[in-house]
């Protein structure tokens, strides 16, 4: 394009002074002989102008056309420009590299020393780890040892913990609890190791219980004069089910059922066997029925017990007469008084159990001292002389006849009875005391308690 406008121009520059040269000669013009220098020139100017693609296309030798070197000249220069930037490339990067080779050779220097002290440090650590090594060993060797021992120590402690156990158990079951006899029972039938410790303890208990096998043990009394008083087998088997049982008045009601010697008792002690948990009474509800029945239990054999009730239980002589007078006794308890409907029922509860059992001495005073509520004076008179009868030294008769003769206004025989009630059981001077009924008899100086003797 550069040299089309070239060539332009330089036509431009020739036509233009020979156009004015030939319009001068045809004017005739003076000047005309001097445009023909002019031309001259411009040819001269715009000739090479106009062929100056064919300059450059000639040929010269060793070296091509112009145009040819030209090009090369170009492109020769624009690779000298290329390698001069690489050579300078390379330069600084001959420069970074030996800086890097300074550097790196600085580093090393720098861990080779570093690799050095590491080494060195090794070295004692080394010493020092053998030393606590050796330091180490012994304990070791001890620390197995003892291991060793503990383990033996334990393997024989555990023989001695089940054996301390046993004792304990055989402790408590002397006391009275079932729950640690029947443990030790188990712990007789598992580990062999303890079996003849445990085996031993068990006859230890039954010896023991055994020795008291022939002794009548502590019966019911009076709770204040520590005295022997009757007691009918009602009021016995009441107190039996219904006291607190840490009162501990089980163990002496079973034994006065065997001073008593009522064959009704039997079902009583038998229902009650399998669920009572003090092995003091059991032993004693055992030897009470050796004596009722007349038939051997070995000591605290429960089970034997069971298998001789299961075929006997249909026995009517071993029945129990009971039932009725402990429902009464149940559902007085709780209650301060009675209305008539109420009584009523407890008297119908009585009855059964008097009919059965005529002896039920407890329950013919409680039906006698609700009849005189209902003002059955007569009647609440023939059940009291009923149990005169049958037990004249019975302290609840002298008690009830006492409020008899207070409902009668017959003040002497009251304070007389009341006088033998409490010579028979000092604890009913408590209850006398406490009874609306005698209220007014409190004061009266022929009335003789216990307590104004000591």
């Given at each position: 394009?550069?040299?089309?406008?070239?060539?332009?121009?330089?036509?431009?520059?020739?036509?233009?002074?020979?156009?004015?040269?030939?319009?001068?000669?045809?004017?005739?013009?003076?000047?005309?002989?001097?445009?023909?220098?002019?031309?001259?020139?411009?040819?001269?100017?715009?000739?090479?102008?106009?062929?100056?693609?064919?300059?450059?296309?000639?040929?010269?030798?060793?070296?091509?056309?112009?145009?040819?070197?030209?090009?090369?000249?170009?492109?020769?220069?624009?690779?000298?420009?290329?390698?001069?930037?690489?050579?300078?490339?390379?330069?600084?990067?001959?420069?970074?590299?030996?800086?890097?080779?300074?550097?790196?050779?600085?580093?090393?220097?720098?861990?080779?020393?570093?690799?050095?002290?590491?080494?060195?440090?090794?070295?004692?650590?080394?010493?020092?780890?053998?030393?606590?090594?050796?330091?180490?060993?012994?304990?070791?060797?001890?620390?197995?040892?003892?291991?060793?021992?503990?383990?033996?120590?334990?393997?024989?402690?555990?023989?001695?913990?089940?054996?301390?156990?046993?004792?304990?158990?055989?402790?408590?079951?002397?006391?009275?609890?079932?729950?640690?006899?029947?443990?030790?029972?188990?712990?007789?039938?598992?580990?062999?190791?303890?079996?003849?410790?445990?085996?031993?303890?068990?006859?230890d208990i039954f010896f023991y219980f055994?020795?008291?096998?022939?002794?009548?043990?502590?019966?019911?009394?009076?709770?204040?004069?520590?005295?022997?008083?009757?007691?009918?087998?009602?009021?016995?088997?009441?107190?039996?089910?219904?006291?607190?049982?840490?009162?501990?008045?089980?163990?002496?009601?079973?034994?006065?059922?065997?001073?008593?010697?009522?064959?009704?008792?039997?079902?009583?002690?038998?229902?009650?066997?399998?669920?009572e948990q003090n092995l003091r009474v059991?032993?004693?509800?055992?030897?009470?029925?050796?004596?009722?029945?007349?038939?051997?239990?070995?000591?605290?054999?429960?089970?034997?017990?069971?298998?001789?009730?299961?075929?006997?239980?249909?026995?009517?002589?071993?029945?129990?007469?009971?039932?009725?007078?402990l429902e009464a006794r149940t559902y007085?308890?709780?209650?301060?008084?009675?209305?008539?409907?109420?009584?009523?029922?407890?008297?119908?509860?009585?009855?059964?159990?008097?009919?059965?059992?005529?002896?039920?001495?407890?329950?013919?005073?409680?039906?006698?001292?609700?009849?005189?509520?209902?003002?059955?004076?007569?009647?609440?008179?023939?059940?009291?002389?009923?149990?005169?009868?049958?037990?004249?030294?019975?302290?609840?008769?002298?008690?009830?006849?006492?409020?008899?003769?207070?409902?009668?206004?017959?003040?002497?025989?009251?304070?007389?009875?009341?006088?033998?009630?409490?010579?028979?059981?000092?604890?009913?001077?408590?209850?006398?005391?406490?009874?609306?009924?005698?209220?007014?008899?409190?004061?009266?100086?022929?009335?003789?308690?216990?307590?104004?003797?000591?």
């Amino acid at each position: 394009m550069k040299d089309t406008i070239l060539q332009i121009i330089g036509l431009i520059i020739i036509v233009t002074p020979i156009s004015i040269t030939i319009w001068c000669f045809i004017r005739l013009k003076p000047y005309a002989k001097s445009m023909l220098y002019v031309c001259l020139i411009s040819v001269f100017i715009g000739l090479p102008l106009i062929i100056i693609n064919r300059i450059t296309e000639i040929t010269v030798g060793h070296v091509g056309t112009i145009k040819t070197a030209t090009k090369q000249v170009t492109l020769d220069a624009e690779e000298v420009s290329k390698l001069r930037k690489r050579i300078e490339a390379q330069s600084a990067t001959i420069d970074l590299v030996a800086q890097n080779s300074t550097d790196a050779k600085k580093l090393s220097t720098e861990a080779k020393s570093l690799y050095e002290e590491i080494s060195n440090k090794n070295i004692l650590a080394d010493k020092e780890l053998k030393n606590i090594s050796n330091k180490i060993l012994p304990l070791e060797l001890k620390a197995k040892s003892l291991s060793t021992l503990i383990r033996k120590i334990r393997k024989e402690l555990l023989p001695l913990q089940e054996i301390l156990k046993i004792q304990q158990l055989t402790t408590a079951a002397k006391a009275g609890s079932r729950k640690d006899y029947e443990e030790l029972n188990k712990i007789s039938t598992k580990d062999p190791r303890i079996q003849n410790y445990a085996n031993t303890a068990l006859r230890d208990i039954f010896f023991y219980f055994d020795s008291q096998k022939n002794t009548e043990g502590r019966l019911l009394g009076d709770f204040v004069s520590k005295k022997f008083i009757e007691y009918s087998v009602d009021e016995v088997i009441d107190i039996y089910h219904n006291k607190d049982p840490s009162l501990d008045f089980q163990e002496s009601a079973i034994n006065t059922l065997a001073i008593l010697k009522r064959d009704t008792a039997v079902q009583e002690i038998c229902d009650s066997i399998d669920k009572e948990q003090n092995l003091r009474v059991i032993a004693r509800m055992i030897r009470a029925l050796s004596i009722l029945t007349g038939e051997y239990f070995d000591t605290l054999d429960i089970n034997a017990v069971k298998t001789w009730w299961e075929k006997d239980t249909n026995k009517e002589k071993y029945k129990s007469f009971y039932k009725g007078y402990l429902e009464a006794r149940t559902y007085m308890k709780g209650r301060s008084s009675l209305s008539d409907k109420e009584s009523k029922y407890v008297i119908s509860l009585l009855e059964k159990t008097i009919e059965m059992d005529p002896a039920a001495l407890h329950a013919r005073c409680i039906r006698a001292s609700l009849l005189t509520n209902f003002r059955r004076l007569d009647d609440a008179e023939i059940e009291l002389k009923e149990v005169e009868n049958r037990n004249n030294n019975y302290r609840w008769l002298y008690f009830l006849k006492a409020e008899l003769f207070v409902w009668r206004e017959n003040y002497d025989k009251a304070i007389e009875s009341l006088n033998r009630a409490m010579e028979i059981s000092f604890e009913l001077e408590t209850s006398i005391k406490t009874s609306p009924v005698f209220k007014n008899l409190l004061e009266n100086p022929q009335l003789k308690f216990p307590s104004n003797k000591k």
